[in-house]
C-alpha cells in the first residue's frame, strides 16, 4: 500500500480481555516498530522486527504484551489481560531497513486503545 | 544509556514569528538525530534527520535544525511560523543496540500558534 495502515483504529474493551492490533507496513520495508505513547507524553519503544525476527524484546512492558510478523509483512501486537494502564495509542512504524542510513520511519495512524 | 530531552511541554508563539524547539541527547556516540511532526489527528511525519556532514540539516516545511555535538543539542528552528504548524514536535536519537538499530523519542514540545 502507500503508507502504513493500522487496525482498528479505536478498540475499547473491558480490563481482563485480551486484544490484538495489526499493522500493514509499507511493501518492501523489512523494518518494523512499535511504539506506545500515553496520553500527552512521548512515544515509548515497545519493539522492532527485522524480517520476522524480532532480536530486542526489552521494550515490551510485561509478559503480557507479545508481537509477532509474518512473511515479512502483516505484524500483530497482543496484549493479554488488559490492564487500565494499558490504554495508549499504538503507533506502528515501518523502515526500509535497519539502520541509521535508512531508518526513516514511517508511521501509521495508530491504533488507540481504551481500557475500561 | 541514550535519552532525550526537550526541556520545553509547550511553547507559543505569534504567526510570522521565528520559532526553536530545543533538544538536547545523551549518547555516547556520534547520534543520529530526527525530528518528527505530529499534526492533530494525524501520524508522525519526520521533518529532518541528521546522520553525518554539514552540522546545519535543512528539512521540509521550512524548518531546519543544528546539530551542536559541544552542547549535545538538535534545536529545530524555523523563520517564519504559519498557523499550520501548531502540531506536536518530537526530537529523537537513534542508537545501535543488539546489532539492530533503535529509535528513542523525546517527550514532546507542543505549539500553539496565535494569530
Known amino acids: 500500500g502507500a503508507g502504513v495502515s493500522q487496525s482498528p483504529s479505536n478498540k475499547v474493551t473491558e480490563k481482563g480481555k485480551d486484544v490484538e492490533l495489526r499493522c500493514d507496513p509499507i511493501?518492501?520495508?523489512?523494518?518494523l516498530y512499535w511504539y506506545r505513547q500515553r496520553l500527552g507524553q512521548g512515544l515509548e519503544f515497545l519493539i522492532y522486527?527485522?524480517?520476522?525476527?524480532?532480536?530486542?524484546k526489552s521494550g515490551l512492558p510485561s509478559d503480557r504484551f507479545s508481537a509477532e510478523r509474518t512473511g515479512e509483512s502483516v505484524s500483530t501486537l497482543t496484549i493479554q489481560r488488559t490492564q487500565q494502564e494499558d490504554s495508549a495509542v499504538y503507533l506502528c512504524?515501518?523502515?526500509?531497513?535497519?539502520?541509521?542510513?535508512?531508518?526513516?520511519?514511517?508511521f501509521g495512524p495508530g491504533t488507540r486503545l481504551t481500557v475500561l | 544509556a541514550q535519552s532525550v530531552t526537550q526541556p520545553d511541554i509547550h511553547i507559543t508563539v505569534s504567526e510570522g514569528a521565528s520559532l526553536e524547539l530545543r533538544c538536547n541527547y545523551s549518547?555516547?556516540?556520534?547520534?543520529?538525530l530526527f525530528w518528527y511532526v505530529q499534526s492533530p489527528g494525524q501520524g508522525l511525519q519526520l521533518l529532518l534527520k541528521y546522520f553525518s556532514g554539514d552540522t546545519l540539516v535543512q528539512g521540509i516545511k521550512g524548518f531546519e535544525a543544528e546539530f551542536k555535538r559541544s552542547q549535545s543539542s538538535f534545536n529545530l528552528r524555523k523563520p517564519s511560523v504559519h498557523w499550520s504548524d501548531a502540531a506536536e514536535y518530537f526530537c529523537?536519537?537513534?542508537?545501535?543496540?543488539?546489532?539492530?538499530?533503535?529509535?528513542?523519542f523525546g517527550a514532546g514540545t507542543r505549539l500553539f500558534v496565535k494569530a
Open positions: 511493501s518492501g520495508h523489512t523494518a
Open positions: 512504524a515501518s523502515s526500509l531497513r535497519l539502520g541509521p542510513g535508512t531508518d526513516t520511519q514511517y
Open positions: 549518547y555516547g556516540a556520534t547520534p543520529y
Open positions: 529523537a536519537v537513534g542508537a545501535s543496540r543488539g546489532g539492530g538499530f533503535k529509535t528513542i
Open positions: 522486527f527485522q524480517g520476522n525476527s524480532a532480536p530486542d
